[in-house]
C-alpha cells in the first residue's frame, strides 16, 4: 500500500477497500470496521492479513499503524505488518516519538544497495507479485 501523501484517515480508506470494506467517512468508524475485519479473519477463517506499507510515511500514520497491530493488550498477534522503505524509514522508526511502534519490530532486515555488477533476479508468481530475490547468489524468499 503506498502512502506517500496520505494521511491516517487516507491509510485507513486505502486498507478498507483492500479488505472489500466499505470506505466509512469517519476515521473512527473506518479503523472499527478494519479492526473487526482482521479480527473476523483471524479467528473465523484462521487467516492473519498481512499489510505491506510502502515508505514516506508522516508521523501520525506511523503511529496508527502501531494502534492497528495492538489487539487485546497484545495477548495475539492477528496483524502483520510489514514496513518496507529505504535507510530513511529505519532512522525515523528509531525515534524516540516512535519507540512503542519500534518495540513490536519482531524482524529487521536491510538489504543493501546493488553495484553496477549486482543484477537482481526476481521469481514472480502468476499473481506478478515478487515472492524470491536472489543477488549475487544470496536468497530471499517472502512467505
Given at each position: 500500500?503506498?502512502?506517500?501523501?496520505?494521511?491516517?484517515?487516507?491509510?485507513?480508506?486505502?486498507?478498507?477497500?483492500?479488505?472489500?470494506?466499505?470506505?466509512?467517512?469517519?476515521?473512527?468508524?473506518?479503523?472499527?470496521?478494519?479492526?473487526?475485519?482482521?479480527?473476523?479473519?483471524?479467528?473465523?477463517?484462521?487467516?492473519?492479513?498481512?499489510?505491506?506499507?510502502d515508505?514516506?510515511?508522516?508521523?501520525?500514520?506511523?503511529?496508527?499503524?502501531?494502534?492497528?497491530?495492538?489487539?487485546?493488550m497484545?495477548?495475539?498477534?492477528?496483524?502483520?505488518?510489514?514496513?518496507?522503505?529505504?535507510?530513511?524509514?529505519?532512522r525515523?522508526?528509531?525515534?524516540?516519538?516512535?519507540?512503542?511502534?519500534?518495540?513490536?519490530?519482531?524482524?529487521?532486515?536491510?538489504?543493501?544497495?546493488?553495484?553496477?555488477?549486482?543484477?537482481?533476479?526476481?521469481?514472480?508468481?502468476?499473481?506478478?507479485?515478487?515472492?524470491?530475490f536472489?543477488?549475487?547468489?544470496?536468497?530471499?524468499?517472502?512467505?
Open positions: 500500500m503506498p502512502l506517500s501523501t496520505g494521511n491516517v484517515t487516507d491509510m485507513y480508506k486505502s486498507i478498507a477497500w483492500e479488505l472489500g470494506l466499505p470506505t466509512e467517512r469517519s476515521r473512527a468508524a473506518l479503523y472499527r470496521v478494519i479492526r473487526a475485519e482482521v479480527t473476523r479473519l483471524c479467528l473465523e477463517t484462521k487467516v492473519r492479513p498481512v499489510l505491506v506499507v515508505e514516506h510515511l508522516r508521523s501520525e500514520v506511523l503511529e496508527d499503524l502501531r494502534l492497528l497491530t495492538n489487539y487485546e497484545d495477548s495475539q498477534n492477528r496483524l502483520c505488518l510489514i514496513l518496507v522503505g529505504q535507510a530513511e524509514l529505519r525515523r522508526i528509531a525515534m524516540a516519538v516512535h519507540e512503542p511502534l519500534s518495540q513490536r519490530v519482531v524482524v529487521r532486515h536491510h538489504i543493501g544497495g546493488l553495484t553496477r555488477d549486482e543484477p537482481l533476479s526476481a521469481n514472480v508468481s502468476e499473481t506478478t507479485t515478487p515472492t524470491e536472489s543477488v549475487e547468489g544470496r536468497a530471499w524468499t517472502l512467505r
